[in-house]
């Protein structure tokens, strides 16, 4: 793309009572990122357009939008992966609930993130401290890059495609948060039960489109879903440990973590 | 400007999808090359010819448990078997990929259409992922990886047995392709996600199991390219028992290296 070049940004316009896409044609220069077009499209022709944002450095999270069907983050998107000329359409995160233009009531995931269990550390050693090492520290830490964009949560056809399901089910952002707590190595707390049953954690056909849009570039799917799931089979569909428990009278634990 | 209505509530409304790129050919190709590889290996296996020509036998029919066998590994089947021996063996490998984690997103974004792709809409109105019977027992995914380990066992000692030809010690190129064939069939089991989980993946506290934090270290690493060794050794297994099927019919002379 050379300096100069002009795109069409196809935006979508409207609040919860309905919208459309709107034209703008602009002129791009050279180093821009969507959000900076859209900025102009606010500064120069459509000032009451909204959008939220802040970092501009794609560490807030506040930009998430569309971009010609897919999730991303509008300050990370270049307007150069682009052939000038070209037809842009910027649409809200389709997933949650239209306010106005490119903003979006997302407050779904926090009300599923204060389903999840807090931190719950083991008792003090003896010498009045709690010890962790690098090597277990190192798996959760990739789970605190999440920036909470909430792209992984609109990408996922489970609550996307079917809105019916977002009472059972708390999306890819909240498996991460759940996966940081339960392989932390200080941490009591047992979430097992409730990601089976209230979290829903078996409606994830893990198909991975939460890991291709996040823009942190963490393994969601491998890293703490697949995980997840596997602790879920050992806990509740392990035929043979099923067996196992039967012949030792071991006890299942429950939706609360509790033993049964 | 077109017009569209939003859902109060809900996300904006709006068509499948949005995306003007080529999304749809990634799910396509997957069904053509799993379709030709089912439809190619169920011919095979109901065969019951051509997998075996001294000293190579077909990965598809080992361990050939039949007594009938043309190379019989363990005689656990007498005469009353009379189906083709693949029936016996392909459930272990055939279960453990219909189970895995990455055919599963494979064949549920491409058969299933949910979704096709990241950002296009699914195909059918309701959804209950792994919920429910029986899909839910997708679960057994473990064992299956279990059980391909001891085929894989098998599969070795065909490699060893694959230099041994009448004549005593040598190498063809069926012994090559069973070799790279084995090593992909090992890197694509010990790759998996459940194996990843078994061998350490399931402690939270590494420092007091060195060994097993070791051994998740390095399926973690094998792990990241799972999908790449699911593909790899797809084809190798379909092409080692199509290269032994070719020369066991005499269709291909074996080349011996020496």
New interface residues.
Partial sequence: MTAGSEFTMRVWRGDASGGAFQDFRMDVGEGMVVLDVIHRIQAEAAHDLAVRWNCKAGKCGSCSAEVNGKPRLMCMTRMDIFEPGETITIAPVKTFPLIKDLVTNVSFNYEKAKEVPAFKPKAKEADGTRRMYQEEVDRVQEFHKCIECFLCQDVCHVIRDHPENKPAFAGPRLFVRYAALEMHPLDTNDRLGLLKQRAGLGYCNITKCCTEVCPEGIHITDNAIIPLKERVVTEFNDPVVWLLRTVTGRKRKTADGAGS | ??????R?????S?PR?????LWWVLPLTVVIVFSAFIIYTTWAALQDANYYRQPYLSPYYSPCLATHCVHTTIGIFGSWWALSPAILILAFPGGLRLTC?YY??SY??SF?L??PA?????ARK??????RFP???Q??H??FFWASLVVIAFLWWDVIEAFQFHDGFGIGLGTVIMFANVILLSLYSLSC??C??LVG??L????KAPVR?HMWRVVSRL??RHATYAWISLFSVALTDLYIRLVASGTLHDVRFF
């Fill in positions: 400007m077109a017009t569209e209505a939003a109060a509530g809900q996300g904006r709006g999808t949005e995306r003007r790129d984690y599963r997103k549920y974004r299933w949910a979704p990241c950002g296009v809409m699914d309701g959804y209950s992922g792994e919920t899909l839910v027992w679960a057994i473990r064992w996600h459940s990843r989980y993946g399931y939270d506290r590494f420092f934090y792990n990241a």
